[in-house]
């Protein structure tokens, strides 16, 4: 098999490629319409997905594949190695011209991300990880925040949820922010931009595997909400929920959303 840092390679020049190409559609006026689910999708998203598919099954013909934009196929799951794709997560920030979106990408082994890169085109930042190696921005090492209280704790999370839910143990004063893209709020966790992202509903594999890398290797924890770690190229490629937060605060975090009834 190749080596963590030649996919490495390979995956954040297809990213960059990506972004280029999302970059082109929405300048030339995006098609916009609704999946089942009501979510939007854009023309973009299925033509950086194709273009994906091709540079990196071109490259790696004998992985697996799974993007959102495409059909699911189980012939993945008999694949040591798979490429986890997002064409464009934040599609709506995407539409409404904010920079809040990216392209994310892993390549995973035996159900771990082994490689990720996060691409935000708008403010040209590649994160990026391979595992062992740390993770870094714009080729710079990053590491997750010090914080160890969550008093003041700087969160990318729905304060609506966070303050409306009633918690068996209460939360202290924390400061929320929003981004449109949950692989760009991991990212951010991961250099230390913000102490945690908490979402506390089923998340897509491809919406969080090149964040759990990324953040796991800057020195965060990233697991359910239960705190239990993820496995990835399952028959359902979904997560419970997210946590990923600075190390000293995770265990105060999923201390309070443990006894959450949630399952996919």
């Known amino acids: 098999m190749m080596d963590f840092d030649e996919d490495l390679e390979l995956i954040r020049s297809a990213a960059r490629e990506a972004g280029q190409l999302a970059l082109e559609y929405r300048e030339a006026g995006l098609k916009v319409w609704s999946k089942d689910g009501g979510s939007p999708v854009t023309d973009a998203d299925l ?4 273009l994906l598919k091709e540079r990196l099954l071109s490259a790696r013909p004998d992985y697996g594949w799974l993007s959102e934009e495409t059909a699911d196929s189980p012939e993945r799951l008999s694949k040591k190695r798979i490429f986890v794709v997002d064409p464009i997560d934040g599609t709506v920030a ?5 920079p809040w979106w990216c392209t994310p990408i892993a ?5 771990q991300p082994v490689a990720a890169v996060i691409y935000a085109p708008m403010m040209d930042e590649m994160f990026e990880a391979a595992r062992g190696s740390g993770a ?8 997750a925040s010090d914080t160890y209280e969550l008093e003041d704790a700087e969160l990318l999370a729905d304060a609506r ?12 004063q924390m400061k929320f922010s929003k981004r449109n893209a949950l692989a760009y709020r991991m990212a951010l966790v991961a250099a230390g931009a913000f102490d945690a992202a908490i979402a506390i509903s089923p998340k897509w594999d491809w919406d969080v595997c090149a964040g759990a890398l990324i953040a796991q290797e800057a020195g965060a924890k990233v697991s359910d909400h239960l705190g239990r770690p993820w496995q990835f190229n399952r028959a359902d490629p979904r997560q419970t929920s997210l946590i990923c937060a600075a190390p ?6 999923v201390r309070r959303t443990a006894p959450i009834p949630l399952a996919i």
């Open 107 to 111: 390549v995973v082994e035996d159900g």
């Open 94 to 98: 995407f539409m409404r011209n904010k």
């Open 47 to 50: 033509a950086v997905d194709a």
């Open 161 to 172: 949820l966070m303050e409306g839910r009633e918690w068996a143990e209460p939360w202290p």
């Open 136 to 143: 870094r921005l714009q080729g710079r090492r990053i590491t």
């Open 248 to 253: 000293a605060l995770h265990p105060l975090i």
